[in-house]
């Protein structure tokens, strides 16, 4: 699978059922060529007008199972959710 079909499912909760949003990014670890987490933006600020401050990191390990158009996690929203730089 390609960074740009990642790009295009959206993740969602199965926990709460919430939608996280799409893919933005991924981190590899390079000395095992393996995808280690996947970000995906967090709720916008002020309706979407000034960005956001939040970002989704989600762990591999909590994917349950990629469709083809969602994916589906199971984590902790408030534990995944970290400030932006």
């Given at each position: 699978m390609r960074m740009c079909e990642l790009r295009e499912k959206e993740v969602i909760n199965a926990i709460d059922c919430q939608?996280?949003?799409?893919?933005c990014d991924i981190?590899?670890?390079?000395e095992c060529g393996r995808i280690e987490k996947l970000i995906v933006p967090g709720p916008c600020k002020l309706f979407g007008i000034i960005g956001r401050e939040y970002e989704y990191i989600i762990d591999f390990r909590c994917i349950v199972q990629i469709g083809p158009d969602v994916i589906l996690v199971e984590i902790d929203p408030e534990k995944a959710l970290h400030k932006c730089c």
């Open positions: 939608r996280l949003g799409f893919v981190e590899f670890n390079l």
